[in-house]
């Protein structure tokens, strides 16, 4: 059975930073990617970033990107999201995903919401960043 467990969320002031951690069980890791997704009040949900455990290939999407970094610790089955510069509308619940076996173009193309490869889900985590 996979299992993700989100940590590392909090209260951060603009401008703060904060790592978020995702750990895995459950799967054969090198099968498998691990991605970010975040939902705000009332929006939809959104992807930020994915990882993927057999090469180390990473991507971020726009809302994110040169403000996060995503990296994995094998050994520990666990990926994280540091996350800089935060901003007020970065306050979000943050879920971390895992899915595949898949090729780079269909990951990204499940960050941006248009297949279901991500589909084994964690609890999220909150994020509040304060103006």
């Known amino acids: 059975e996979v299992q993700l467990q989100a940590s590392g969320g909090g209260l951060v002031q603009t401008g703060g930073y904060l790592r978020l951690s995702c750990a895995a069980s459950?799967?054969?890791?090198?099968?498998?990617?691990i991605a970010w997704f975040r939902r705000a009040p009332g929006k939809e949900r959104e992807g930020l970033s994915y990882?993927?455990?057999?090469?180390?290939?990473?991507h971020y999407t726009d809302s994110v990107r040169g403000r996060a970094t995503i990296s994995s610790d094998n050994a520990k089955n666990t990926v994280y999201l540091q996350m800089n510069s935060l901003k007020p509308e970065d306050t979000a619940v943050y879920y971390c995903?895992?899915?595949?076996?898949?090729?780079?173009?269909?990951?990204?193309?499940?960050?941006?919401?248009?297949?279901?490869?991500?589909?084994?889900w964690g609890q999220g985590t909150l994020v509040t960043v304060s103006s």
């Open positions: 459950g799967f054969t890791f090198d099968d498998y990617a």
């Open positions: 995903a895992a899915g595949g076996p898949a090729n780079p173009l269909e990951y990204i193309a499940a960050l941006l919401g248009a297949t279901g490869v991500f589909n084994s």
């Open positions: 990882i993927s455990f057999s090469d180390g290939t990473t």
